[in-house]
């Protein structure tokens, strides 16, 4: 069952994208979409999470942490970027891993994701601090095809208030 956000966000899914239901295995999802296209049994995804997270853990440490709960789970994971943006007001980290996973027909694929940490401040609370996770997940193959998609996505996310629009 998907979980819910911190702190209401407001995005637009890029043209063609679906909803989904997330992954039974991943409690943390509050929001999922998939690619209607997939490339060798996998089907590109986009997902949401998000917490409160203590003041004395950076988003460097929380991108580190995520790696390590990937490996458990997929193994071997390299992170090949890992980049701060932003100031100190609304900080952001990105980073990209890559990895080998077991897809539905349980063949390997090389798969790639991209993960972007947004803090926000809790608009209710500002003495709170949200962390936003942002995932995109596609094989190697798919990854040119579908970034610029992702970017699109990202550059939609605004703090949002919480009620119906």
Request: negative net charge; contains cysteine; proline residues 8%.
């Amino acid at each position: 069952m998907p979980t819910s956000l911190p702190i209401p966000i407001k995005f637009r899914l890029p043209e063609g994208w679906l909803p989904a239901r997330p992954v039974d295995g991943d409690p943390g999802v509050a929001f999922a979409a998939v690619h209607p296209q997939p490339d060798a049994g996998f089907a590109a995804n986009i997902t949401i999470e998000g917490g409160f997270s203590p003041e004395t853990r950076t988003l460097a440490e929380l991108a580190a942490e995520s790696a390590e709960r990937l490996c458990e789970i997929a193994g071997p994971v390299t992170v090949t970027d890992r980049r701060e943006f932003g100031g100190a007001d609304t900080p952001g980290l990105t980073q990209r891993l890559t990895f080998s996973a077991a897809v539905s027909d349980n063949a390997y694929r090389d798969l790639v994701q991209t993960q972007v940490y947004l803090s926000l401040v809790d608009v209710k609370d500002p003495r709170k601090r949200a962390v936003i996770r942002l995932a995109l997940t596609v094989t190697a193959g798919q990854y040119d095809g579908v970034a610029g998609d992702f970017q699109e996505f990202l550059r939609s996310v605004r703090p949002g208030t919480g009620e119906a629009a």
